[in-house]
Nanobody, 126 residues
Framework: QVQLVESGGGLVQAGGSLRLSCSVS????????MGWFRQAPGKEREFVTA????????SYADSVKGRFTISRDNAKNMVYLQMNSLKPEDTAVYYC???????????????????WGQGTQVTVSS
């Protein structure tokens, strides 16, 4: 089993920055693809970004490219999401997700991830 705990959410003005953290416990994180998803009120959960097990490959949603950066520190079992130039439309609950991927495959489909955190709220005011 893998447990994920997000932190770092909060209220920020448009144009500001936040860094989300995801702590991974239960299994070594280095065998898992990690992803970040978000869900705004009344909307479906959507892919934000993902990173492969060694951190050498990433994928981003078009809406966050150039503004968000995913990274991981396998020695600390942590995954991070640096969010810059935040916009009001980035307001959502952000979820950390994980699934076993020894080959390093990354996915944007939330159905491929078997482990989820409880989410952290990010609110961007205009």
């Amino acid at each position: 089993q893998v447990q994920l705990v997000e932190s770092g959410g909060g209220l920020v003005q448009a144009g500001g920055s936040l860094r989300l953290s995801c702590s991974v416990s239960g299994r070594t994180s280095s065998s898992y693809t990690m992803g970040w998803f978000r869900q705004a009120p009344g909307k479906e959960r959507e892919f934000v970004t993902a990173i492969n097990r060694r951190g050498g490959r990433t994928s981003y949603a078009d809406s966050v490219k150039g503004r968000f950066t995913i990274s991981r520190d396998n020695a600390k079992n942590m995954v991070y999401l640096q969010m810059n130039s935040l916009k009001p439309e980035d307001t959502a609950v952000y979820y950390c997700a994980a699934d076993y991927s020894p080959t390093g495959t990354i996915w944007s489909d939330y159905g491929r991830y078997g482990y989820w955190g409880q989410g952290t709220q990010v609110t961007v005011s205009s």
